[in-house]
């Protein structure tokens, strides 16, 4: 015979444990709020159905003022509360008070939709101001609390790759699937995946989002938390971020990121004609702009240095390029790739500015 499950027809009492010894039960208790929120009314209705519609009713701000306080916070680096975790009597007050009730009162009557709430922040002049900082500025307000300029704010983790992935052209925008094993450094897959080797995709595959990277909680991988990822033991609210040099490092020598630089020198030959108009390509593909005369000026230098470096060196070629489409020079490409991982340590390259 083999067990199996049943549902009850009456719901089991749950009481106190005293002491948190589950063999002395106490007082029996019900599905309710705390008193310092507005009350959960049942009407007969399951306990999870009337949970769902207490968050959500018009008479329980609290939810959407949360709810559009964390989306302020992923595009201005703060929230215009910045207690995002506690909105209670400990927390601090809104900077902003009026707009943050005006966005949640938009949020619902938008119907809780997100899109609408990002549509207006990015489309506002406070969230398109420069990130210029400014003395006269800092003077009167060194937190930027009253949002005079925008806020510098690097890059999620996950975002810093695909940044790399779509400049150089190899990003594959595929939604929903499997989770995706880019390449690890040498010798980590074999120490933190000994019970089931990691493979590395091949393919487009390889190149997909990273959130769809695999994430294992007792050996994440390590680009993501390199660069501040939150681990999956815990719920995160917000993000830290740090700055290290084991962060360039990762910039330089992780396998996803210098595939990254080769394909993008591939994609500047193809896309544009002799030096110039291919420093700008590799300028308005890695930093939205163009360089400035002494940028260019020290990019032609590095650049001829790689030539010089790389001209008789066959093998140091084939090793930066070895991917060569048909009329172009494995020596010039090579030279180019140095620029590409060059632009992609940048500190702008990771920022929003």
């Known amino acids: 015979r083999a067990y199996t499950m049943i549902e009850q027809r009456e719901p089991v009492v749950t009481r106190i444990a005293l002491r948190g010894d589950w063999r002395s039960p106490g007082l029996p208790v019900e599905p309710g709020t705390p008193q310092v929120l507005p009350p959960l009314r049942?009407?007969?209705?399951?306990?999870?159905?009337?949970?769902?519609?207490?968050?959500?009713?018009?008479?329980?701000?609290l939810t959407a003022r949360v709810q559009v306080n964390r989306i302020w916070?992923?595009?201005?680096?703060?929230?215009?509360?910045?207690?995002?975790?506690?909105f209670g009597t400990q927390g601090e007050k809104p900077?902003?008070?009026?707009?943050?009730?005006?966005?949640?009162?938009e949020f619902?009557?938008?119907?809780?939709?997100?899109?609408?709430?990002?549509?207006?922040?990015?489309?506002?002049?406070t969230y398109r101001q420069s990130s210029r900082w400014r003395p006269d500025l800092a003077e009167r307000d060194p937190d930027n609390r009253w949002l005079a300029r925008q806020n510098r704010i690097r890059l999620p983790a996950e975002l810093?790759?695909?940044?790399?992935?779509?400049?150089?052209?190899?990003?594959?925008?595929?939604?929903?699937?499997?989770s995706v094993r880019p390449p690890q450094p040498e010798g980590v897959g074999e120490l933190m995946y000994a019970q089931k080797p990691w493979v590395a995709d091949e393919g487009p595959e390889r190149y997909r989002r990273g959130l769809y990277i695999f994430f294992q909680r007792t050996a994440p991988y390590p680009m993501l938390i390199n660069f501040d990822a939150p681990g999956r033991l815990v719920a995160a609210v917000e993000?830290?971020?740090?700055?290290?040099?084991?962060?360039?490092?990762?910039?330089?020598?992780?396998?996803?990121?210098?595939?990254?630089?080769?394909?993008?020198?591939?994609?500047?030959?193809?896309?544009?004609?002799?030096?110039?108009?291919?420093?700008?390509?590799?300028?308005?593909?890695?930093?939205?702009?163009?360089?400035?005369?002494?940028?260019?000026?020290?990019?032609r230098e590095f650049l001829a240095r790689q030539?010089?470096?790389?001209?008789?060196?066959?093998?140091?070629?084939a090793r930066l390029a070895p991917y060569v489409p048909e009329g172009e020079d494995r020596a010039e490409l090579a030279a180019w790739t140095g620029v590409?991982?060059?632009?992609?340590?940048?500190?702008?390259?990771?920022?929003r500015e």
């Open 73 to 86: 916070q992923e595009f201005f680096g703060r929230g215009l509360v910045q207690t995002v975790d506690d």
């Open 160 to 178: 810093i790759r695909d940044r790399a992935l779509t400049a150089s052209g190899l990003l594959y925008p595929k939604i929903g699937g499997e």
């Open 239 to 299: 993000r830290k971020r740090s700055n290290t040099p084991l962060q360039a490092l990762n910039l330089l020598n992780d396998q996803a990121f210098f595939e990254a630089a080769q394909a993008l020198a591939v994609r500047v030959a193809q896309e544009a004609a002799g030096t110039e108009q291919r420093l700008e390509r590799i300028f308005r593909l890695c930093l939205g702009r163009k360089p400035s005369e002494a940028e260019a000026a020290r990019i």
């Open 108 to 125: 619902v009557e938008s119907g809780w939709s997100r899109k609408h709430i990002i549509r207006l922040i990015v489309d506002s002049a």
């Open 307 to 317: 030539r010089a470096l790389l001209g008789r060196d066959e093998a140091a070629q």
């Open 95 to 105: 900077s902003h008070p009026e707009l943050l009730d005006w966005l949640a009162a």
């Open 42 to 61: 049942m009407n007969g209705k399951p306990a999870r159905l009337a949970f769902a519609e207490w968050l959500v009713a018009r008479d329980n701000p």
């Open 340 to 351: 590409a991982r060059a632009l992609m340590n940048l500190d702008e390259f990771l920022t």
